[in-house]
């Protein structure tokens, strides 16, 4: 019988073949995340190499199952193993089940543009390093859009829409990432430029092909089934759910957002209804000159609030820079983003928060509309959801973790359930107190409480396209393109739109178990710091280790004093 050393050196090798293998499957993910081993390549998309890669997936599983007993292993190892469990799980369910390299036409555009992405933001390397590695990828693009064509054998129609939307804002990106890049390498300009020229001529040859092609003879139908949905729910996140249990929590949050809106818009105004409230407040913005401080004023304040008001500890550094969107990013980037630092970078990069300008080359009009994006009641709630101590925050702590299983995981229930709390986290602690902002962030989270029952629906094939489209537009308010464009990215990706919604209010449920276990003793500093410092894991195994302590980190040694 081994002993749990010997199980925890077993785990160590099991853990690391894994991560392996999921930098195969997707180099490109592994150059976000600061693994450069694969920076040249795309990978290798063929139906084969995905086939070869579940197997290995499994093996890994099955060591996992038989050779090692978790329960005698400690705490820290025992959370591992269940990371690796999901890890490989999750991987064997989009290889064996979903196979987006068949349903998903743009499976294949994407990985060429955000492979391309992730070198050009990244400041991990001088520029013509990262140059050579974006004419390997780009050279891998053509090919990679052929073979497509063989392999999409169950596409939608829904999906190959998606499809040429995708190519065409890869034509857009590539049209306006590689000039400039090729600027400023001279020495690597020419061979940028024709890299450049086939890569867009492959991207017109296939998004010809989708439409002439694939669209005709595309089926109907892209929902996976309940049965499949409540897979991934497990295997991702660790939820004991069914669909329609995700459902009536969902419905639960929309009626009680719906209260609220309600309520804080007649305390505004009582003649009006919170729709016309929101739209009259999104014409007060930061005129153009302005918007980028707002944003690093609004970010700034956020931080002192958390530091003074002792909310979470700051890791000794963390570095954020709020900065216009790269031009090359804007077509893709229309309001913000935050990039977080890559875990596994030792250069310690910093987190970036864009910040999209107004096109001074659109209209007035198109420019006031853009501008409406950043209403002055809206940039707090942004600024705290994207940096403190929302997102940049929480990736700053997990990022120090020592443990690589733990620092690669991505939990989306963990990471956008955070920043839905902060937000409501931080009109509880008196960061911002107008009603005007706090209808703002009650707009957002209907909006999220929506995406429960948009995500469910569309996957399990309880809700048609236009369906959710009309959701979206008739309950939470959202204007038909931006509600489309929202569904459009749900539907490709099963058990994601969900996490805002049911990451909050899991995070809720262990704070008040942790308050009422713990009475006058509950400190919300040490909830939030005990919270993050397991790193960006499935929220189910935080509430576990919650659980299992028997006293918070410090707590003897503080009441000892």
């Known amino acids: 019988m081994q002993n749990q050393a010997e199980y925890s050196r077993l785990l160590a090798r099991v ?39 579940a197997e290995e997936f499994k093996a890994c599983r099955r060591i996992l199952q038989a050779e090692i007993e978790p329960t005698q292993l400690d705490a820290d190892d025992y959370t591992d193993y269940r990371i690796a469990m999901s890890l490989a799980s999750s991987h ?6 979903l196979k987006d390299w068949e349903r998903c036409p743009s499976f294949y555009p994407e990985r060429a543009m955000w492979g391309v992405h992730v070198l050009l933001a990244g400041e991990f390397a001088p520029i013509e390093e990262r140059a050579r590695s974006i004419i390997s990828r780009m050279k891998e693009a053509p090919g990679i859009l052929l073979a497509a064509r063989r392999h999409l054998t169950n596409a939608s129609r829904l999906f190959t829409k998606i499809g040429i939307q995708t190519t065409d804002g890869s034509i857009d990106f590539l049209r306006a990432a590689i000039p400039s890049l090729a600027e400023s390498v001279p020495s690597m300009s020419v061979e940028l430029l024709r890299v450049n020229e086939e890569c867009m001529a492959a991207l017109r040859d296939y998004r010809d092909w989708l439409e002439s092609s694939l669209m005709p003879r595309a089926r109907l139908d892209f929902a996976i089934g309940g049965d499949l949905y409540e897979q991934i729910l497990f295997a991702e996140h660790y939820l004991t759910y069914s669909p329609w249990d995700i459902v009536r929590i969902g419905q639960g949050a929309l009626i009680n957002m719906q209260d609220e809106l309600e309520e804080i818009a007649r305390r505004i105004d009582p003649s009006a209804s919170w729709q016309e409230i929101v739209q009259d407040m999104r014409r007060d913005h930061p005129t153009p000159d302005e918007l980028l401080s707002a944003y690093r004023i609004a970010v700034q304040e956020a931080r002192e609030f958390v530091r003074l008001r002792g909310l979470v500890t700051f890791p000794p550094s963390d570095s954020l820079h709020v900065r216009p969107t790269p031009e090359f990013e804007r077509c893709i980037v229309p309001h913000v983003a935050y990039m977080p630092p890559p875990p596994f970078d030792v250069g310690g990069r910093p987190g970036h928060f864009w910040v999209t300008p107004a096109d001074e080359n659109q209209s007035l009009e198109d420019q006031e509309r853009q501008l409406q994006r950043h209403s002055r009641y809206s940039i707090p709630i942004t600024a705290l ?82 369906g959710a489209v009309g959701l979206l537009v008739e309950t939470a308010r959202l204007d038909e393109a931006t509600a489309v464009a929202d569904v459009q990215r749900h539907a490709v990706q099963p058990g994601l739109a969900m996490t805002s919604t049911i990451g909050k209010l899991l995070i809720l449920g262990i704070r008040e178990e942790q308050r009422r276990r713990l009475g006058s003793r509950f400190d919300i500093k040490a909830f939030h710091d005990q919270f993050l410092s397991y790193g960006t894991i499935p929220i189910p195994l935080v509430a576990q280790r919650f659980a299992e302590d028997a006293a918070w980190p410090g707590e003897e040694a503080r009441h000892a004093a």
């Open 92 to 97: 064997i369910i989009r290889l064996e089940c």
């Open 385 to 466: 959801h994207e940096s403190y101590p929302g997102h940049h925050l929480q990736f700053s702590i997990g990022n120090r973790i020592g443990r690589p299983m733990r620092r690669q995981s991505v939990s989306h229930l963990f990471a956008e359930g955070w920043a839905l709390y902060c937000e409501q986290m931080m009109y509880e602690q008196g960061f911002y107190s107008d009603p005007r902002v706090r209808l703002f962030q009650l707009k957002d989270s209907l909006l999220h409480a929506c995406e429960v029952l948009v995500d469910v629906g569309l996957h399990t094939g309880e809700m048609s396209f236009h």
């Open 15 to 53: 853990s690391s073949t894994l991560l392996n293998l999921k930098w195969q499957t997707n180099p490109v993910a592994a150059t976000a995340l600061g693994i450069h081993d694969y920076d040249h390549t795309l990978g290798d998309l063929s139906p084969e190499a995905f086939r070869q890669l």
